[in-house]
T-cell receptor
Framework: GAVVSQHPSWVICKSGTSVKIECRSL??????MFWYRQFPKQSLMLMAT?????????EQGVEKDKFLINHASLTLSTLTVTSAHPEDSSFYIC???????????FGQGTRLTVV | QKEVEQNSGPLSVPEGAIASLNCTYS??????FFWYRQYSGKSPELIMS????GDKEDGRFTAQLNKASQYVSLLIRDSQPSDSATYLC???????????FGKGTTLSVSS
């Protein structure tokens, strides 16, 4: 399978600060990347879909000005949580997909804790 | 609203038994179906993918798909304690769209 690297694996930040999470496809070109959020004992909820070189498409209820997504290259997408608050504390997971094929490959996830 | 439904469990089976996990989906146009395993605090890992009606076997795992009934299942034979995890059913509609996940079924295999 393809390798997707997500960094950092965990981060603790103060309320009001911003946090950037990186998602890299190491051995393939990811034309599409997806960002999910998972609260404890809940399933993965899609936040946004990003295609390389274009603006991300956000799911209903996800604030695009708060969760900034950049997909500047075929191997890198970033999610920036701006002005983080304790309710943003969650497990954030990226997923990358090749142009060909239905499978998507997941990063290791980032545990964000806002204090 | 596209939905994927799973029984949250927990499903408890003894070691060596067959575990049966079920999933239904609402979007009849769905084309790709996946089972992921997720350990606590970890990211999901892909176990099986299935795209056409019928059974697909890979080692101890068998995925079954019935598009007419909008139903997909996962059988785990000879269950091991290491299989204890949450199993997520995921469905993709059109190519390029995101996976829609069910809430997951927690499986507990006792030795």
């Amino acid at each position: 399978g393809a390798v997707v690297s997500q960094h950092p694996s965990w981060v603790i930040c103060k309320s009001g600060t911003s946090v950037k999470i990186e998602c890299r496809s190491l051995d393939f070109q990811a034309t599409t990347m997806f960002w999910y959020r998972q609260f404890p004992k809940q399933s993965l909820m899609l936040m946004a879909t990003s295609n390389e070189g274009s603006k991300a498409t956000y799911e209903q209820g996800v604030e695009k000005d708060k969760f900034l997504i950049n997909h500047a290259s075929l191997t890198l997408s970033t999610l920036t949580v701006t002005s983080a608050h304790p309710e943003d504390s969650s497990f954030y997971i990226c997923s990358a997909k090749r142009q060909v094929g239905a499978e998507a490959f997941f990063g290791q996830g980032t545990r964000l804790t806002v204090v | 609203q596209k939905e994927v439904e799973q029984n949250s469990g927990p499903l408890s089976v003894p070691e060596g038994a067959i575990a049966s996990l079920n999933c239904t989906y609402s979007d009849r146009g769905s084309q790709s179906f996946f089972w992921y395993r997720q350990y606590s605090g970890k990211s999901p890992e892909l176990i099986m993918s299935i795209y056409s009606n019928g059974d697909k076997e890979d080692g101890r795992f068998t995925a079954q798909l019935n598009k007419a009934s909008q139903y997909v299942s996962l059988l785990i034979r000879d269950s091991q304690p290491s299989d204890s995890a949450t199993y997520l059913c995921a469905v993709r509609g059109q190519a390029g769209t995101a996976l829609i996940f069910g809430k997951g079924t927690t499986l507990s295999v006792s030795s």
